[in-house]
């Protein structure tokens, strides 16, 4: 694997875990900022958002930044498939930038699509979801710069609020070995202001190690 697909592909795994096919509900904003460190340079911040739009349309932002490279893009979601029934699916298109200090900085061009729907468990409620995500870099050569991960996720809420999360990780870039890695966490609900999220990401496969994180999240 190449040095620069070694520095890019952290960012990969940096997606958050409140991604889903779910509409923010209009005027609602959501935020987060998540470390993960496994000591010295291998660390991974993230940042991400989400407002609502309209009642259905959900503007986001989703950054990530390593100690050698960063990214970031804004994003429209909008559901489809709307019907009664418990699935929901749901597309997004974005637009941002992506680069380090050797190469400049370069267009990034995001698709995707999520599918996800609530479940009923013995001990309380939660999700399931899957986020589907193709990643463009570089104009004029997207062939040689495209980035598809694939995330899957089941969520618990306990009565207090606070969230148990699962989550697989994959991403793979043309011409470079795939990344899998097992993320549990734990969100601890204080305030809607408040939220504190600690967790740890494991490799499955490919070259990475494993890293702890931490973040704050915060909606109002």
């Known amino acids: 694997m190449t040095r620069l697909g070694l520095l890019l592909l952290p960012l990969l795994l940096a997606a958050p875990v409140q991604a889903g096919p779910w509409p923010q509900p209009d005027g609602q904003v959501f935020v987060s ?5 496994a000591g010295g340079d291998d660390w991974v911040g993230t940042g991400y958002g989400e407002y609502g739009l309209t009642q259905n ?10 100690a050698f490279v960063g990214e970031g893009y804004v994003f429209l979601r909008y559901p489809i498939l709307q019907s009664d029934g418990p699935n929901r699916f749901a597309v997004l298109g974005g637009v941002g930038a992506s ?3 050797e190469r400049g900085v370069q267009p ?7 599918w996800g729907r609530g479940l009923q ?6 999700w399931a979801a899957v986020d589907a995500s193709i990643r463009f870099r570089e104009e004029n050569s997207f062939a040689s710069t495209r980035l598809t991960k694939l995330d899957a996720t089941i969520g618990w809420q306990r009565d207090n609020r606070d969230l148990a999360i699962l989550q697989i990780q994959t991403s ?10 097992f993320a549990p966490s734990y969100v601890w609900h204080f305030t809607d202001w408040f939220q504190l999220e600690t967790g740890v990401t494991v490799p499955l496969a490919g070259d990475d190690v494993a890293k702890v994180k931490i973040g704050v999240w915060s909606q109002f």
């Open 33 to 37: 900022g998540t470390v993960e460190h």
């Open 57 to 66: 349309i959900t503007l986001g932002f989703d950054s990530s930044v390593t």
């Open 99 to 101: 680069g380090n200090l």
């Open 108 to 114: 990034l061009w995001v698709i995707g699509a999520s």
């Open 121 to 126: 468990y013995p001990f309380g409620n939660g």
């Open 172 to 181: 793979e870039e043309r011409g470079q070995d795939a990344l899998i890695k």
